[in-house]
T-cell receptor
Framework: DAGVIQSPRHEVTEMGQEVTLRCKPISGHNSLFWYRQTMMRGLELLIYFNNNVPIDDSGMPEDRFSAKMPNASFSTLKIQPSEPRDSAVYFC?????????????????FGAGSRLTVL | AQKITQTQPGMFVQEKEAVTLDCTYDTSDPSYGLFWYKQPSSGEMIFLIYQGSYDQQNATEGRYSLNFQKARKSANLVISASQLGDSAMYFCAMREGRRDDKIIFGKGTRLHILP
């Protein structure tokens, strides 16, 4: 398995521009997570999906952020308009939990991350 | 309120010594899981070890073991015989309950192994 695939790996954009980050989870995993990592705030959970349905988006910082999962093999995180304070590494992760009967031991597998710089 | 607390922002340890990285957690759910991840300078997140709240024994994976003290709500990671390659950021994380997949992370501890 190729693991969790994220693109782009690096993105540099100017304030006000739209940014779209993409994620392909591991085949068969039915939970998908978006995290943001910064020096100041560490790893923050932004949103997660079970079976393509958003379950908890309480970590999404504001309306400029949106996430979708149109099918089991693809998710996007969009920032519009972007601001310099959005600069961070954005991780996508997937796991095989999400059916309400998990053992609790479902391990998150992370993608390599997308490093976003907003100028 | 912070649910995962890692009080050591940074640690320096001599190679071949054992290391203990602290983690305390806060939950009222009797069913939960605790994880440790390693993040080397290359940036990827690597799963190390898992401990379930009902597990009777402390988890071990090679040189990694988890010192689980349920009453104290602590889940410290112990690395035996540290190696230079262990230099990295280490994150403690928790999943609450069995139905919810939400996993939250502590702020991490940066470990430096000295030759």
């Amino acid at each position: 398995d190729a693991g969790v695939i994220q693109s782009p790996r690096h993105e540099v954009t100017e304030m006000g521009q739209e940014v779209t980050l993409r994620c392909k989870p591991i085949s068969g995993h039915n939970s998908l997570f978006w995290y943001r990592q910064t020096m100041m705030r560490g790893l923050e959970l932004l949103i997660y999906f079970n079976n393509n349905v958003p379950i908890d988006d309480s970590g999404m910082p504001e309306d400029r952020f949106s996430a979708k999962m149109p099918n089991a093999s693809f998710s996007t995180l969009k920032i519009q308009p972007s601001e310099p304070r959005d600069s961070a590494v954005y991780f996508c992760a997937s796991s095989s939990g999400g059916n309400g009967q998990g053992s609790g031991a479902n391990v998150l597998t992370f993608g390599a991350g997308s490093r976003l710089t907003v100028l | 309120a912070q649910k995962i607390t890692q009080t050591q922002p940074g640690m320096f340890v001599q190679e071949k010594e054992a290391v203990t990285l602290d983690c305390t957690y806060d939950t009222s759910d009797p069913s939960y899981g605790l994880f440790w991840y390693k993040q080397p300078s290359s940036g990827e997140m690597i799963f190390l070890i898992y401990q379930g709240s009902y597990d009777q024994q402390n988890a071990t994976e090679g040189r990694y073991s988890l010192n689980f003290q349920k009453a104290r709500k602590s889940a410290n990671l112990v690395i035996s015989a540290s190696q230079l390659g262990d230099s990295a950021m280490y994150f403690c994380a928790m999943r609450e309950g069995r139905r919810d997949d939400k996993i939250i992370f502590g702020k991490g501890t940066r470990l430096h192994i000295l030759p």
